[in-house]
């Protein structure tokens, strides 16, 4: 049976909710250096609440071959992935205006 969205009344696998969630956010994209001067791409400003971080960071470690987690409402993925994270971002529908990178 198809789930119905409360908010919106339409079925849940369309996805518009989350379409129209990634338009009001502004997500910064910044390098960070860790333990052994280790690089990590630290993504943050998602809403976790309307847009499941689990499922966007298996789909940026796959796209980019590396690894990552996401913890405290930001995703960190080893390595410096910050153009190349960009370009992936806007492919999954986030607005290029709402990407500021540092």
């Known amino acids: 049976m198809v789930e119905i ?15 129209i969630a990634k338009e009001d956010q502004e997500i ?11 690089k990590y791409t630290v993504i943050t400003g998602i809403d976790s609440k309307e847009i499941d971080l689990d499922d966007l960071v298996k789909k940026l470690k796959s796209k980019l071959a590396c690894g990552g987690t996401a913890k405290d409402g930001k995703i960190e993925l ?25």
């Open 5 to 19: 969205d409360p908010i919106t009344g339409l079925p849940k696998e369309l996805g518009v909710w989350e379409s």
């Open 78 to 102: 080893q390595g410096n992935h910050v153009s190349r994270v960009r370009e992936i971002l806007i492919e999954l529908g986030f607005p290029p205006d709402a990407l500021v990178t540092k």
């Open 28 to 38: 910064t994209i910044a390098l960070e250096s860790k333990k052994f001067s280790k």
